[in-house]
């Protein structure tokens, strides 16, 4: 029995401290609304819009890559008996990179050679005795079709042997050698990186509200944060026509040379959009809506008043304002959440 007791006046003691600690909670929530909610109305901060002026200028930031790059493969098969050009080796077009064995290609060209000439002096003197009615016209074009089939094989065994010889189609250097002597190659194996190097250039995106400020020809400033006070220059060369997965347009430019840059390295860009502008600028944080349909907040005597804007282009922590706001009105940037059009406010300085 006393056990019973004992249990129930724990009980009661129990919920006598829940009681208490909601009537607290309730008292603590009435006393937190009260201070953010005078009777002057709600706690908000402001600042007073002005007309500045601000500049269009704005970064992008990308990776070098080289002006022209090519992963040059194999177009003939044999085994590597001669290598001309090793890594870091600049060469030009034309110039001879490898060599394979052609014995075989030697021969086939000469066999072919020899139908060839064999053909021709045939139908010759076919030709000659189709004049005096010696052989037939349909004769005279089956020999012909003969000699053609006989050009192209000639032609086709003069092109390989002279791909025994592998030489560079384009001037760069040799960034990767992928064959060793005495190797086995065959069609569309990789032999060389090629890299020209001569220019570098970046590829960057450029949302739609800047690269209308952009032009063909057009120079930029450009840095590297491994090398601080150099600055580097260089042109725009193309400005894309189609927007990437983020909306962005690819800018290409081409970067004057300069031997502390090399291939890789990740440039910030300086886009100078030469004009500046006049106008009102207000902190981001001030807008609430979506940047079609944008509003403010602004101060009428004592109470918020909601205000549709028409949003410009960013600038920093600012958002630029064509229409719905002109400097010189009270523009609130803290406590939006609490207030709604014709809330009482209160500013606190």
Known sequence: MKKITGIA??????????AVLAANKKKMEA???????????????????????YSLDFTANGATTAINELNFVS??????????????????KGDKLLEVDSDLLQSDYEAAQAAYDDMKQNVDRMTRSNAVGGVTDQQLDGLKTQLKAAKSRLDRARKMLEDAVVKSPMDGRINMRYVELGSL??????????????????????????????????QVTLT?????GRTFTGKINYIGIKTDRGLNYPVEIYIDRDDA???????????????????????????????????????KDGKAVKRQVVLGEMIGDNV??????????????????????????????
Do not use: H, W
């Not at 098969?77 to 600049?90: E, L, M, P, S, T």
């Open 9 to 18: 006046i724990t009980v009661v003691v129990i919920g006598g401290i829940v």
């Open 31 to 53: 006393e937190t609304s009260q201070a953010a909610q005078t009777e002057s109305g709600v706690l908000v901060s402001t600042v007073m819009t002005k007309s500045d002026e």
């Open 75 to 92: 177009n003939t098969q044999g085994r590597v008996i001669a290598i001309y050009a090793d890594n870091g080796k600049y060469v030009r």
């Open 185 to 218: 190659i065959a069609p569309n194996a990789p032999l060389f990186d090629i890299v020209n190097d001569s220019q570098l250039k970046v590829t960057v995106g450029v949302p739609e509200s800047r690269v209308k400020l952009l032009e063909k020809g057009q």
């Open 224 to 228: 590297n944060s491994s090398l601080p």
């Open 261 to 299: 840059l090399r291939i890789g390295m990740y440039l910030k860009v300086q886009f100078n959009a030469g004009t500046g502008r006049n106008g009102v600028l207000v902190p981001r944080k001030a807008i609430v809506g979506s940047a079609k349909a944008a509003n403010v907040f602004v101060i």
């Open 320 to 349: 630029e304002i064509l229409d719905g706001i002109s400097a010189g009105e009270e523009l609130i940037t803290a406590g939006i959440m609490n207030v709604a059009d014709g809330t009482e406010v209160t500013v606190v300085k």
